[in-house]
C-alpha cells in the first residue's frame, strides 16, 4: 500500500468522525436513518435498469439525458462525489490500477466507457471538470489516452439534480446520507459493471478491482450477461449508538485491534533479535595486554 493511500484511509476515518455526531438524512427519503446498514450501503441489483432518461449535466454544464453518455459501450459506473478526499480518492485509485492493468487488449472510450455520478447534491460542472481535469493527467502519464484521445470521451463526469442522484443510486441499490447542517456525506465504496443499455451487470465491492475480473465483467456485460453476486464489503467505520441515537466511530475497537497488532509485532522483533544475538560466536580478545611480559 503505497503512502498516499494510508493517508487517504486517515481522511477517510477524519471523515467518518465528522460524521459522527449528526444524524444522516436519506437522500431518497428525507428521513434519518437508525441504522448503520440502513445509513450506508450497497444493494445488489443485478439486472436492475439504470434510468437512462434521468437529466444530469456534463463537466461543460451541458444538460444531457443520461441515455446520451450511456448506450454504446459496457460502463463502469462510480457513484463518488469530487470533492471527496478519503474513500473516493481510493475509488479513483483502484480504477487507475484497473485501466492500467487492462494494458492495451481492453481500450477506455473504445472498448468500454467509464462514469462517474457526484452523489453530493451542492456540486456542479465546475467541480466536474476539476475532478476530469486531474484524472486526464493521470491517464496522460499511463499512456491510457489513446492515439485520438478516445479516452477523455470514454471517461465522463457527471452531476445532476437531487432527484435525478436518488433515480440512479436508488436503481443500483447505492445507499448513502447527506447531513446538510454539517455538508457531510457518508457513503460505501463501490463500483458496478452496466451493459451497453444500462443494465446492472456486476458489483464490484471496496476500493481494490482486479483487472482480470473486471476484463470478464466488462465482456460479460458488452454480451448482455448477467454477472454472479459480489461477495458483500462495508467500507465504513460507524457504528449505531442507541443511547445517543447517533452514529459514532468505534475507536476504542480501532485502537484495541492496531495495539494488539503493535504488541504482536513488537514481540515478534524482540524475539527474534534475541535469537539471533544467542547465536552469534563469542569472540576472545587474543591480543595481550600491554602489562605483559613477553617471554
Given at each position: 500500500m503505497t503512502v498516499a493511500r494510508i493517508l487517504a484511509l486517515f481522511a477517510l476515518a477524519g471523515t467518518l468522525f465528522s460524521a459522527a455526531n449528526a444524524d444522516l438524512t436519506d437522500p431518497m427519503t428525507g428521513g434519518v436513518r437508525k441504522s448503520v446498514t440502513q445509513q450506508m450501503g450497497i444493494d445488489q441489483k443485478l439486472g436492475s435498469i439504470v434510468p437512462l432518461s434521468t437529466r444530469v449535466y456534463d463537466e461543460k454544464g451541458n444538460e444531457m439525458l443520461l441515455r446520451q453518455v450511456i448506450g454504446q459501450k459496457p460502463v463502469i459506473l462510480m457513484p463518488i462525489f469530487y470533492n471527496c478526499q478519503s474513500a473516493c480518492t481510493l475509488v479513483f485509485n483502484g480504477v487507475f490500477d484497473v485501466v492500467r492493468g487492462f494494458r492495451k487488449n481492453l481500450k477506455l472510450g473504445v472498448d468500454y466507457d467509464i462514469v462517474a455520478i457526484s452523489i453530493h447534491p451542492k456540486e456542479t460542472h465546475v467541480d466536474a471538470a476539476k475532478k476530469k481535469e486531474a484524472v486526464m493527467a493521470v491517464l496522460?502519464?499511463?499512456?491510457?489516452?489513446?492515439?485520438?484521445?478516445?479516452?477523455?470521451?470514454?471517461?465522463?463526469?457527471?452531476?445532476?439534480?437531487?432527484?435525478?442522484?436518488?433515480?440512479?443510486?436508488?436503481?443500483?441499490?447505492?445507499?448513502?446520507?447527506?447531513?446538510a447542517e454539517r455538508d457531510v456525506v457518508t457513503h460505501?465504496?463501490?463500483?458496478?459493471?452496466?451493459?451497453?443499455?444500462?443494465?446492472?451487470?456486476?458489483?464490484f465491492y471496496g476500493v481494490s478491482y482486479v483487472p482480470k475480473l473486471m476484463d470478464g465483467a466488462?465482456?460479460?456485460?458488452?454480451?448482455?450477461?448477467?454477472?454472479?453476486?459480489?461477495?458483500?464489503?462495508?467500507?465504513?467505520?460507524?457504528?449505531?449508538?442507541?443511547?445517543?441515537?447517533?452514529?459514532v466511530l468505534v475507536v476504542d475497537r480501532v485502537l484495541k485491534i492496531a495495539g494488539t497488532g503493535t504488541a504482536i509485532v513488537l514481540l515478534m522483533t524482540i524475539m527474534y533479535w534475541g535469537y539471533r544475538y544467542r547465536q552469534q560466536p563469542i569472540v576472545k580478545n587474543s591480543t595481550p595486554n600491554q602489562g605483559e611480559n613477553k617471554e
Open positions: 496522460e502519464r499511463m499512456d491510457r489516452l489513446g492515439p485520438n484521445r478516445e479516452g477523455e470521451m470514454g471517461w465522463r463526469f457527471l452531476t445532476a439534480k437531487p432527484e435525478g442522484i436518488a433515480a440512479i443510486t436508488r436503481a443500483v441499490g447505492f445507499r448513502y446520507g447527506y447531513n460505501p465504496a463501490g463500483i458496478m459493471v452496466l451493459t451497453p443499455d444500462g443494465v446492472v451487470s456486476k458489483y466488462l465482456k460479460d456485460a458488452r454480451d448482455k450477461r448477467i454477472g454472479q453476486q459480489a461477495e458483500t464489503i462495508l467500507f465504513g467505520c460507524l457504528e449505531f449508538d442507541p443511547t445517543r441515537s447517533r452514529y
